[in-house]
């Protein structure tokens, strides 16, 4: 936000809210400095490929977390979302109702529809009977993995059109990978939104102190249902990006994604508290992530020793968030 | 062995102000010492004092001939001085006994609680306290007047020299203080100091040996309770009262505006009816408990109720319905700005637009032109001292807290305003500020009821002033016609 944008330059307090954005350019000049293969066209875009999946579902978390709440079910919605598309593909037109082409486009719209209808029902649950969204969605977590394995037999659905593939695996010109266009698109679209929309200003309103909101005539449980609709939704669109990239819909997809999507929401600078994050918060946490992730790889760091780093790089970017905070009160 | 606690010249000094001013008094043991003042008045910086919370300035506390060498609770609590809060510190999810012997369970030989001993102890405490509460019982299933008397028992239970009560009797209804008194004057024959502070007056003679009166961080002295009268005492408070004069030139209209009719929230308030006209300003006075912050609320439909019904502005409203009352014109700057008026961490900006957002966003996208106008325009008519709308609300003083919570609602256009406790925790001229606002709004023909602790306050501010105690109307009153001390009474019950 440019909410200290004007106060007088103070170069301590630049380099503590710029914290994250002298992290990235540091380590990036570091990795191209050391590595060759870093710094490479088709690396960089590369990186952008391999965040869009979670990066789609954590713009969609970024609306929850500044609204107080969490969803942990993202990642079995991806997997639901893959196995609903390549099943409704599947079995509509080996019944000949369809050809197979526009099968998979109404399975792609009922992924969709089912997702926004879990986001619905969680927001339900949320607003109608004060359950925490935590509770919730761990339950949801479980339950659409379950679901998700038990309407796919426990087997990957693979019948999907060859130019199903387009989405996940394709790109603009040979060069620009679809879902990293997704990703930007979504970006763009949720930065809008935030800022410059009544929507947005209301989802910091309630995260911020939702009695204030509500007593300020804003709908607070609407709201709270909205952000729970739209990271679902988010999670279909994701969810049929990777079905797409392996052409398969398979239930044990996106495990451990709601992981990835919270850290770059939190490294991003958001509160898990409600009423604070951004849009090009996310958008850097995302990145911040991707690079590390491609400079451990580059360099050939064993794979469980990333988790290490990752897990520590969390607890680093909140223990910062959390000096930040104190040294304003 | 009788005991004695003794200030002598207690001064506090807070950043610009001075809080109590050279404060010589003593309370002897086997006493209920009532501590008076009205708010601002020093009386809770004095217990605070007492109670180790704050340290004087200059002066000295002894306890029994023992100078009291360091200011805090838990020195307090070993040289004997216990204190009840007003704010319980029970937890409710705990049973009696450990409530009371939180920290200190008697244990076994090889280090395991004695739970058997802990409740023996607890239940012989509440025995001789004659507290007829089971030591199993959880705190939170307890009435609020029973965990008064558990958090009573467990200051008892460090046998205290000094017990000090911080409006014990606030939250309690009518029956519940009798038991609470029956106990406090058991506590008498213990041989303990009792400081009792409280706001409710008429209860002082049924508890208090003595009384205590502070105005303004001075004492005005210290009186038996049996020699003097309830106005006395009021004398002793407030003194000589200077009432700043509301301007003549507002004018209430015949029109009116809002009606309300039999309004009933059960346990709340009940059957309450009044009218407000265009450009009047209505006071509605009641002590703290008496449900005028709840019917407030009601009204605006930020709460629900239960009968009656509002009819505003033609409509008849018969359910809350927050949302609607806002479209038709309705505000409300509530009590506790901090926690109900803004959202603290967001740009002051943001906090002047939020109730107006609907009008800001023709579809959907903020207007931002439209925004910096309805901003700048509220910066501008109510004074707020500003540099950077940007700014966190938080950086800003309370007064002009509490001027971005009324320009919040200003900005939404509103037809009547209802104003709770516009003025706390604001310094004076920020108050006559806030006030200016108010009769400028009745100039422009918006109807306005307010509601304060601060009596004189209504009696400056309002035309008319309804008085509630126990969440009815007792009555209605024209403030020209009246000091402040016979509000007050009326609001104790006195009519």
């Known amino acids: ?98 050809p197979m082409e526009s099968a998979v486009v109404l399975g792609m719209i009922l992924a969709v529809i089912v997702s926004i209808g879990i986001g619905l029902f969680n927001g339900f649950l949320l607003t109608k009977f004060k359950m925490p969204s935590f509770i919730i969605t761990l339950g949801m977590l479980n339950l659409l993995y379950g679901v998700a394995a038990v309407i796919s037999s426990g087997f990957p659905v693979t019948t999907l059109p060859s130019w199903y593939s387009v989405f996940g695996a394709g790109s603009i010109g040979g060069i620009l990978p679809v879902p990293a266009v997704f990703l930007v698109a979504v970006f763009i679209i949720v930065l809008i939104i935030l800022k410059y929309s009544r929507f947005g200003r209301a989802v910091y309103a309630v995260g911020g102190n939702p009695e204030s909101a509500r007593l300020s005539g804003i709908n607070v449980n609407k709201v709270k249902t909205s952000v729970m609709m739209i990271v679902q939704a988010c999670c279909a669109i994701s969810g049929i990006l990777l079905s797409s990239q392996v052409m398969s819909g398979t239930f044990s997809f996106g495990r451990g994604w709601e992981m990835t999507a919270i850290s770059a929401v939190i490294i991003g600078g958001a509160s898990l508290a409600g009423g604070r994050g951004t849009a090009s918060g996310t958008f850097l946490g995302l990145l911040f992530l991707g690079i590390i992730n491609n400079a451990m790889t580059l360099n050939g760091v064993d794979e469980y020793v990333q988790y290490i780093v990752q897990g520590a790089l969390i607890i680093g970017a909140v223990l910062i968030n959390s000096f930040q905070n104190k040294k304003k009160d | 062995m009788s005991s004695v606690l003794e200030a002598h010249h207690i001064v506090k000094k807070f950043p610009g102000t ?96 004695d739970w058997h001993a802990a409740r023996e102890n607890v239940r012989e405490l509440l025995k001789q306290l004659e507290i007829e509460i089971s030591p199993d019982a959880i705190v939170g299933d307890l009435s609020m007047w029973q965990m008064q008397m558990i958090e009573i028992a467990k200051a008892m239970s460090f046998h205290p020299k000094v017990l000090l009560l911080d409006e014990p009797t606030s939250s309690l209804a009518k029956h519940e203080v009798e038991s609470l008194f029956k106990i406090i004057r058991s506590l008498k024959e213990k041989d303990v100091i009792i400081i009792y502070v409280s706001h409710k007056l008429d209860e002082l003679w049924q508890v208090a040996d003595t009384c205590t009166v502070l105005r303004d961080g001075r004492l005005i002295g210290k009186v038996m309770m049996q020699e003097t009268s309830h106005s006395d005492l009021i004398n002793m408070m407030f003194g000589q009262v200077s009432i700043p004069k509301r301007p003549d030139d507002l004018m209430v209209s015949d029109e009116v505006v809002l009606e309300v009719k039999n309004l009933t929230r059960r346990n709340k308030f009940e059957n309450i009816s009044f009218q407000l006209k265009k450009g009047e300003i209505l006071g509605i006075a009641g002590m703290l408990g008496s449900g005028r912050t709840e019917l407030l609320k009601s009204i605006f439909g930020a709460d629900p109720f239960h009968s009656g019904e509002i009819i505003f502005r033609g409509e008849h409203v018969k359910s809350a319905n927050l949302i609607r009352m806002k479209k038709l014109g309705m505000a409300l700057t509530p009590e506790d700005r901090k926690h109900e008026g803004l959202i603290l961490d967001a740009p002051i900006g943001d906090n ?144």
């Open chain 1, 1 to 98: 936000m440019d909410a200290q944008a004007k106060t007088k330059i103070n170069a301590p307090a630049i380099l503590s809210k710029h914290m994250l954005e002298i992290i990235l350019i540091l380590l990036f000049i570091i990795m191209a400095i050391t590595s060759d293969a870093f710094i490479k066209p088709g690396n960089l875009l590369n990186i952008l490929r391999n965040v869009s999946m979670t990066g789609i579902i954590a713009f969609g978390m970024t609306f929850v977390i500044i609204a107080g709440e969490i969803d942990l079910s993202v990642g079995s919605t991806v997997a639901l979302s893959g196995v609903i598309t390549a099943l409704t593909a599947g079995k509509l037109s080996e019944a000949g109702i369809m």
């Open chain 2, 18 to 113: 001075l809080a109590l001013d050279d404060i010589n008094v003593s309370f002897e043991s086997g006493k209920v010492h009532a501590l008076v003042g009205k708010n601002g008045s020093g009386k809770s910086t004095l217990l605070k004092i007492f109670s180790g919370a704050h340290a004087p300035t200059e002066g000295e506390i002894v306890l029994d001939s023992e100078k009291i060498e360091k200011f805090d609770t838990t020195y307090a609590m070993s040289k004997g001085i216990a204190t009840v809060y007003q704010e319980l510190s029970l937890i409710p999810t705990l049973t009696v006994t450990e409530n009371i012997l939180i920290n200190r369970i008697p244990v076994k030989k090889g280090g395991l609680l």
């Open chain 2, 352 to 495: 002047l637009c939020y109730a107006s957002l609907e009008a800001l966003t023709p579809n959907g996208m903020i207007d931002k032109a439209k925004q910096k106008q309805y901003i700048d325009r509220q910066v501008e008519n109510l004074q707020i001292k500003v540099a950077d709308t940007s700014m966190p609300v938080s950086d800003l003083s309370g007064g002009n807290q509490q001027k971005v919570v009324v320009g919040n609602w200003l900005n939404t256009d509103p037809s009547v305003i209802i104003f709770d406790e516009p003025s706390r925790g604001i310094d004076i001229n920020a108050k006559q500020q806030i006030f200016k606002i108010i009769w400028e709004q009745s100039r422009k023909g918006v109807s306005c009821i307010m509601v304060s602790t601060e009596l004189e306050e209504l009696l400056e501010v309002c035309q008319r002033i309804l008085i509630m105690q126990a969440g009815k109307f007792v009555g209605e009153v024209i403030p020209d016609e009246l000091t402040n001390e016979q509000l007050y009474t009326y609001c104790m019950g006195g009519m």
